[in-house]
């Protein structure tokens, strides 16, 4: 299972607009998400702002680029490269989080 993240604007009464691309990243990994960025991945659809999230992102990617040998039993966990995978997620999500800070996180499990 993957958990996917999109940006989305409200425009009207209960139509939502997403802005950017869609991020995923397996499921079960979000354990190396929270020890890295310090957020808690849960079951969710309404994350929080997309502004409030950079500075989490940015933790994220300078733990898992500065600090990577501390994050090695991750991938003796789920697999060689996931760090490298996680970096991925943090880097595209940081993009579109700094494009459209204005847009609300959701986030959603997809098979």
Known sequence: MNYRVLLRVKIRGDHWVTMGEGHSILWDIRSLIEASSGWTVLNQEDIGPADSFIPLLEKGILEL???????????????????????????????????????????????
């Open 65 to 111: 680029t500065q600090y990577a040998n501390s994050y090695h039993d991750y991938e003796i966990s789920y697999g060689m490269g996931t760090v490298n995978d996680a970096l991925a997620f943090y880097r595209n999500l940081l993009k579109d989080c700094k494009a459209y800070p204005f847009t609300e996180l959701y986030g959603c499990i997809v098979a």
